[in-house]
């Protein structure tokens, strides 16, 4: 069974930076393509980012240039690095295997952006 838990969230003032961490557990995470969805208050979730087994990159065109995802094959994990954070991107973020179809959700980590 997949297990994805995911930590790092919590209140950040605007502008400023967070990185999300995302530990799998029960999967053979090497070939697994991964992906970050955040859910806004009142929103559909939506993919903000997601990497490939391959390492290939997508993100979300509000989050280009700003954010970042990157994975640890050895260790297992799922990292977004998140800057120049905007009130926008309050939202519970969900740690996913599977990008456009999404096999194991984590329980998410809640990321408020607010002065």
């Known amino acids: 069974q997949v297990q994805l838990v995911e930590s790092g969230g919590g209140l950040v003032q605007p502008g400023g930076a967070l990185r999300l961490s995302c530990a799998a557990s029960?999967?053979?995470?090497?070939?697994?393509?991964m992906g970050w969805y955040r859910q806004a208050p009142g929103k559909q979730r939506e993919l903000v980012a997601g990497?490939?087994?391959?390492?290939?990159?997508t993100y979300a065109d509000s989050v280009k240039g700003r954010f970042t995802i990157s994975r640890d094959n050895a260790k297992n994990t799922l990292s977004l690095q998140m800057n120049s954070l905007k009130p926008e991107d309050t939202a519970v973020y969900y740690c996913?295997?599977?990008?456009?179809?999404?096999?194991?959700w984590g329980q998410g980590t809640q990321v408020p952006v607010s002065s």
């Open positions: 990497i490939t087994s391959g390492g290939s990159t």
């Open positions: 996913t295997t599977g990008l456009a179809i999404v096999g194991s």
């Open positions: 029960g999967t053979i995470f090497g070939i697994m393509d």
